[in-house]
Structure formats: C-alpha cells, structure tokens
Antibody
Framework: QVQLVQSGAEVKKPGASVKVSCKVSGYTLTELSMHWVRQAPGKGLEWMGGFDPEDGETIYAQKFQGRVTMTEDTSTDTAYMELSSLRSEDTAVYYC???????????WGQGTMVTVSS | EIVLTQSPGTLSLSPGERATLSCRASQSVSSSYLAWYQQKPGQAPRLLIYGASSRATGIPDRFSGSGSGTDFTLTISRLEPEDFAVYYCQQYGSSPGTFGGGTKVEIK
C-alpha cells in the first residue's frame, strides 16, 4: 500500500524559506509523479506544481514561479518542496499528492502546516 | 488556465436527501479529466470520482459523477451523516491542474 508521510509543522519569519519533505513507503518514488497542493486556513485547494512524466520535467504554477523548487531524493524515496521569500499569505497546509491507481490524486500525504509570522 | 466555478457555495440538506453539486469550467476539459474530492475538517482530500464519472475504489455507489465539456455534476443520491463535508472538483487535462472553490454540504 502506497503511503506518503510528510514532515512536521513549521513556523517561519517573513522572508525566510521552508522545505517540506514527503517520504514514500510501499512503492518507489521514481515510479510516481509527485505533486504539491496547498490550502490556506478556511480556503480551497491550490495546485503548486508537480512532475510531468510526458515531458520528464517538473512544472510549476505560474503564481509560484521563481519562489518554489520541487526536488526528489531517489535514494531515500523522499520528495521535497522548498518555498522561498515567505510572506504571511503563504501560511497554509501543504500537501504532497500523487496518482497511483487512477489518473487523479488518489494518494495524499497528511499535510504540513506552515505558519509565516513575525 | 482553466477556471472551475462550483455552485452552490453551501448546500443545506437533511440526511436522506439528494445532493446535486455543479462544477462549470471556463474552457472544455480535455478528455473528461475531471475529478471530485471530499474533504473533512483536519483531513486530506479523498478522491471520489475520476474521469468525470468513474468511482474510486471503496466509494459507495450513492456517489455518482456526470458531465462533459464544461459542465459537470456530482450527485449524492441519499445523504448519510458521514457525507457532510466540503467537495472540490479538479480538472487535470491541461496544466495547471486547477481546483474549484468548493461546495460545503452542511446539515440542515
């Protein structure tokens, strides 16, 4: 059974960076296309970016271009999402998600709360 | 970017009633790559429907999806107490894979 386990909550100051991890168990990361979705408090879901297997590249939502970097460590089956130049509006729960049995996001991490506050 | 508009924002119904949720796209959704998710407070979203009308494993048959092009519907035939939650649609046929703003189904 594929599971995604994310790192713990973070508190950051404005202008800092945060790096959230997502460890895959029950499968290998190289066989999955990992994506990241965030949700501000009381708000909806927002896709940030993910791996496009057709192009073999990671694509980012235009809103986050230049501020977000998504990487993978295949030796530990762990995906990472780093967001820089944090501002208060980046306070949100960050989820990793992937499609395994279907072509939509059927596997989600438990979420990582990132709080940006001075 | 395809914009998804969900309506209504909130649906107030009683257990046993039928719920009809709408998701309208600003452009045609490629190959019916439209999904529906359920989210309860403090939990990650759960996939209900993919490909506009196919149920994911373990999803009760009271949940059904329909539609194509720009208009999609999620129907819950008879609401059970555990169905009161927020529902999101998502199109994943073109990048970026956008989500709708959500519909909250609350107990009347």
């Amino acid at each position: 059974q594929v599971q995604l386990v994310q790192s713990g909550a973070e508190v950051k100051k404005p202008g800092a960076s945060v790096k959230v991890s997502c460890k895959v168990s029950g499968y290998t990361l190289t066989e999955l296309s990992m994506h990241w979705v965030r949700q501000a408090p009381g708000k909806g879901l927002e896709w940030m970016g993910g791996f496009d297997p057709e192009d073999g590249e990671t694509i980012y939502a235009q809103k986050f271009q230049g501020r977000v970097t998504m990487t993978e460590d295949t030796s530990t089956d762990t995906a990472y999402m780093e967001l820089s130049s944090l501002r208060s509006e980046d306070t949100a729960v960050y989820y990793c998600a992937t499609y395994f049995a279907y072509d939509a996001f059927d596997i989600w991490g438990q979420g990582t709360m990132v709080t940006v506050s001075s | 970017e395809i914009v998804l508009t969900q309506s209504p924002g909130t649906l107030s119904l009683s257990p046993g009633e039928r719920a009809t949720l709408s998701c309208r796209a600003s452009q045609s959704v490629s190959s019916s790559y439209l999904a529906w998710y359920q989210q309860k407070p403090g939990q990650a979203p759960r996939l209900l429907i993919y490909g506009a009308s196919s149920r994911a494993t373990g999803i009760p048959d009271r949940f059904s999806g329909s539609g194509s092009g720009t208009d999609f519907t999620l129907t819950i035939s008879r609401l059970e107490p555990e169905d009161f939650a927020v529902y999101y649609c998502q199109q994943y046929g073109s990048s970026p894979g956008t989500f709708g703003g959500g519909t909250k189904v609350e107990i009347k």
